[in-house]
Antibody, heavy 126, light 113 residues
Framework: QVQLVQSGSELKKPGASVKVSCKAS????????INWVRQAPGQGLEWMGW????????TYAQGFTGRFVFSLDTSVSTAYLQISSLKAEDTAVYYC???????????????????WGQGTMVTVSS | DIVMTQSPDSLAVSLGERATINCKSS????????????FSWYQQKAGQPPKLLLY???IRESGVPDRFSGSGSGTDFTLTISSLQAEDVAVYYC?????????FGQGTRLEIK
């Protein structure tokens, strides 16, 4: 069964770190990139960036640089999102989603996100 | 960044009636070399992840009922549900993937009247 399965909910204190996992199954991990999308409580979808599962090269959207790190372990078909120095405003559901971006004349053009993980709720509270 | 603006923000439609959601992008998402609109619609039910409904603006994802259809090109797009069913209650999002950052509309909440 083709799916992305994410790790469970997390409750963290401000200043702590969290690492969310996204495990792929049912397809060849390196044929799709992994995107990360944030959804704050009651809010819409916000693209955080993506990581190439071929090269491991991450790209971060504006507002998600510095404290956010995308990484991979291709041996277990898993992508990770690590957030450090957590703040209350990081409280959100974090989704991974796959696509197949292409590069044309050095410009990355993404594809539709055809599969999403179930989401991981990260709550930051003292 | 390409800004995606959906209308209306919320919508109440009777069962069996037509529902229409619009999305406007601040710049064209039509790639002229292949004549494809880099645009999708997603459905998000309460407590669930988004689910892909349509891509390339009008291509239905496998398994999506044919009462869902998409139209439009360039900057103006429409999602139509031809005959609303109870299970269609959800928030619907449009998305452009023509350029980074990938951006989503603010969402349209669809309810039963």
């Amino acid at each position: 069964q083709v799916q992305l399965v994410q790790s469970g909910s997390e409750l963290k204190k401000p200043g702590a770190s969290v690492k969310v996992s996204c495990k792929a199954s049912g397809y060849t991990f390196t044929t799709y990139a992994i995107n990360w999308v944030r959804q704050a409580p009651g809010q819409g979808l916000e693209w955080m960036g993506w990581i190439s599962t071929n090269t491991g090269n991450p790209t971060y959207a504006q507002g998600f640089t510095g404290r956010f790190v995308f990484s991979l372990d291709t041996s277990v078909s898993t992508a990770y999102l690590q957030i450090s120095s957590l703040k209350a405003e990081d409280t959100a559901v974090y989704y991974c989603a796959r696509d197949t971006p292409i590069t044309i004349f050095g410009v990355v053009i993404h594809d539709t996100f055809d599969m999403w993980g179930q989401g991981t709720m990260v709550t930051v509270s003292s | 960044d390409i800004v995606m603006t959906q209308s209306p923000d919320s919508l109440a439609v009777s069962l069996g009636e037509r529902a229409t959601i619009n999305c406007k992008s601040s710049q064209s998402v039509l790639y002229s070399s292949n004549n494809k609109n880099y645009f999708s619609w997603y459905q998000q039910k309460a407590g669930q992840p988004p689910k892909l409904l349509l891509y390339w603006a009008s291509i239905r994802e496998s398994g999506v009922p044919d009462r869902f259809s998409g139209s439009g090109s360039g900057t103006d797009f429409t999602l139509t549900i031809s005959s609303l069913q109870a299970e269609d209650v959800a928030v619907y999002y449009c998305q452009q993937y023509f350029s980074t950052p990938v951006t989503f509309g603010q969402g349209t909440r669809l309810e039963i009247k």
